[in-house]
């Protein structure tokens, strides 16, 4: 049974940077490679969760528009891992960060952008 753990959470000024982390426990390779991503969702108080960005097995990547130019998604392999670089934040992207996988959450780590 895969597990998803995250890091790297907390509180920045405007402008600021943060690195989450995600690692996967369990065999996250049983299923089909085209089936095979990692993700970030975030959700703000009072807000639906929302798609931030994903990263497929063979690298193939997609953002949200509100974070496009700003947040980068990768992925070590050999390490069931995947990070989310997050530049040049915005109070906007304050909210709790969860990871995904095919029927997975992680149990989500916050982000709080603020002066």
């Known amino acids: 049974q895969v597990q998803l753990h995250e890091s790297g959470g907390g509180v920045v000024q405007p402008g600021g940077s943060l690195r989450l982390s995600c690692t996967a426990s369990?065999?996250?390779?049983?299923?089909?490679?085209?089936?095979?991503?990692m993700g970030w969702y975030r959700q703000a108080p009072g807000k639906e969760r929302e798609f931030v960005a994903r990263?497929?097995?063979?690298?193939?990547?997609s953002y949200a528009d509100s974070v496009k130019g700003r947040f980068t998604i990768t992925r070590d392999n050999a390490q069931s891992t995947a990070y989310l670089q997050m530049n040049k934040l915005r109070p906007e992207d304050t909210g709790v960060y969860y990871c995904?996988?095919?029927?997975?959450w992680g149990q989500g780590t916050q982000v709080t952008v603020s002066s």
């Open positions: 995904s996988f095919p029927g997975v």
């Open positions: 369990g065999n996250i390779y049983s299923i089909d490679d085209r089936a095979n991503v």
């Open positions: 990263i497929f097995l063979n690298g193939l990547t």
